[in-house]
């Protein structure tokens, strides 16, 4: 009896399975042509996270996986740049609170460097997309509606008001838009957006007739003017509410794909009924998400300020590590640091051994998907050979004690007296050296990736480092470990292995006196004792 070989979708990994789920999904609604479009939307209101990072590169990842069956897709990243300034955010200069209210692209920028303040954190977001290599079609929300791009939707939403608010009564459980207009205007008198409420809507004239109210923001209450005015919806001097505005966006621009996080559950579903019965549309093929989570379990928001930018990830890491993170798995909320770059570091380097078939893995289905995982973080472009891989660790050590100026020089020659050869021109090589040494100026934690230690091993190792903050003498470190070996019955060789596995990720390395010294004792006593314990 013969097995069958396993059925691969794609390049066997989620991305492809969801490109696959479109394509069955648009069949089905009979508008399988060859030309789709996928989205993110951006938020503008503050500095942009690897979560928000995170909204686009999974969407161009589902953007190659459509492509790679034959389908042209679009990534139209959409710019929030029309939402109301909520809070000051962390950092930032605490004169912006009278712009509280304010859309952010009416806001001036507090850096002088673009025209506002929302033009600036888009700009932030677009960077890092840039630098990895993503390609998308920028679409600002403050464009969009000055450019009458969802009159048509808005003014279907309005006409049927009385239904969009009970829709939202069902799934949102909020009754104030029973009561008013699912849309701002941006007061004429003061010039805040959410102050506003929407009374009425003359659909001969496409006007909204509104009040400047005021509105709660952060459990206190934000002074509208009290103008009473009208603003034509089709000029752009308002915006809906987000509770609908998804819709909109999704009808105007022909959008086949959008995920969302777990929090955005009911908006979501909210709007996927307003494109049904208000805008007849089916609404797109959706994907849910979970949020990545800083070391304490919280929530990673622009808000609360515990934000790890791109832009600090790409200091320490190359961009395919940060696509990584993105691309491996799609559930499961993930706590992450920058302190856990050096891991995805390795990881890259491991999937780079499957792809070049110097690392053997014999399930063929696993294979397919490790290789596909590659080549998504390589943005369908891999390289033609393999990189020479040298341990984040060891770069960071000869960064270190490496003279000034002579930094490649020296870090190339020890790497060639440890088996690495690698050329002073390599491209791939210096930018490793690049943000070693980045890491090496700012990051004090020494990375250690998990492995298995037990019996005398384990005790031996603990005991080392027990004893490494006990002296300065770099001969007394080195020999330490000979005496302690013996202490536990093991082969020096062996243990020396174990310590480098732990220290530097590779079976040997530099003196290990010298670099106890170099990389700080309590750093090397605490990874010594993280992976005994692990």
Known sequence: MTLEPPRIIGRGTWLDKIAADIIEREKRLGRAGKSLRVESGLGASGIPHIGSFGDAA????????????????????????????????????????????????????????????????????????????IVYRAVSGTRAYKEGLFNEQIDKILRNSSKVGLIIKETLGQEKYTETLPYFPVCKNCGRIYTTKALEYVPERHVVKYACEGMELRGEMLKGCGHHGEVDVRIGDGKLSWKVEFAARWSALKVNYEGYGKDLIESVRSNDRVMEEVLAEPPPFHTRYEHFIDKTGSKISKSVGNVIAPQLWLKY?????????????????????????????????????????RKQVRDQKEL??????????????PPSA?????????????????????????????????????????????????????????????????????????????????????????????????????????????????????????????????????????????????????
Not at 332 to 342: E, H, M
Not at 368 to 381: F, P
Request: glycine share 8%; charged share 25%.
């Open 317 to 357: 890491g190359p961009p395919q590590t940060l696509l990584l993170l993105m691309f491996k798995r799609s559930v499961g909320s993930r706590a992450v640091w920058v302190k856990d770059i050096p891991m995805y570091i390795a990881e890259l380097d491991e999937l780079e051994d499957v792809y070049f078939g």
């Open 386 to 534: 393999p990189s020479v891989h040298v341990p984040h660790n060891l770069l960071v050590y000869l960064a270190k004690v490496a003279p000034k100026g002579k930094e490649t020089e020296f870090v190339r020659e020890k790497l060639a007296s440890y088996g690495y050869k690698v050329s002073p021109t390599d491209p791939d090589f210096l930018a490793r050296l690049e943000r070693a040494s980045n890491w090496a100026r700012d990051i004090e934690t020494i990375a250690t990736r998990e492995i298995q230690i037990e019996g005398k091993e384990r005790d031996a190792v603990l005991e080392f480092a027990g004893i490494i903050n006990a002296s300065t003498d770099e001969v007394y470190l080195q020999n330490a470990v000979f005496t302690i070996a013996k202490k536990h019955g093991l082969e020096p060789g062996p243990f020396f292995k174990i310590l480098y596995r732990i220290l530097i990720g590779a079976d040997s390395g530099p003196r290990l006196g010298p670099y106890i010294l170099a990389m700080g004792r309590e750093n090397v006593a605490a990874a010594l004792v993280a992976a005994a314990r692990s």
């Open 58 to 133: 999974r969407a161009h990842g589902v953007k190659m996986a459509l492509e790679s069956i034959g389908f042209t897709t679009e990534l139209i990243t959409f710019s929030d740049d029309m939402d109301g300034l909520r809070r000051v955010p962390i950092g930032f200069p605490k004169s912006l609170s009278k712009y509280l209210g304010f859309p952010v692209s009416s806001i001036p920028d507090p850096f002088g460097c673009h025209e506002s303040y929302g033009q600036h954190m888009s700009s932030l977001l677009f960077d890092a997309l840039d630098k990895t290599g």
């Open 368 to 381: 397919a998907k490790l290789r596909g995982l590659y080549e998504y973080c390589w943005n369908m472009k």
